[in-house]
């Protein structure tokens, strides 16, 4: 890794840090299902259902979203290479959080989610975008 400048350093900790939150998902692949089901309730849910589909649900979304994580970890171990795949990652986080706020306004979770998960993916999308344009533009500089 050798950035060029103050907004390619930022754009890296952005991504990894994306990545990291993205793969703290996978442990809950393993999750026993009663402590699943207690978040549920906590979140004022009710119980969750005990049926395969939600059990096959649950743990395969957890996956999904590690899986994503260790994609956007591994273009940042090979930043030069993939860096151009950026504007491409922020076109998925966009059209996914957008997906999710309708999936959310029509799915009954509480307002606090439906408020933050898919309107915080377009807008963290965004920023992204607007930082990889700033050290896309930026004239290299000394380290």
Known sequence: MNPHSSADRLLLLLLRA???IL???VPCALMPFDWMDAVHRWLGLGPLPDAPVTR????SLSLVY???????????LHWPRYKPAV?????LHVALGAALLAVDLTSGVPWFWAATEGPGL???????LFVYRRASSAPPSVL
């Open 87 to 91: 504007p491409f990652l922020v076109l």
């Open 56 to 59: 096959y649900l649950t743990r």
């Open 66 to 76: 590690g899986m994503h994580g260790a994609v956007v970890l591994g273009v940042t």
């Open 122 to 128: 377009v807008i963290f999308g965004l920023f992204v």
């Open 18 to 20: 994306n990545a990291a």
């Open 23 to 25: 793969l703290c998902a």
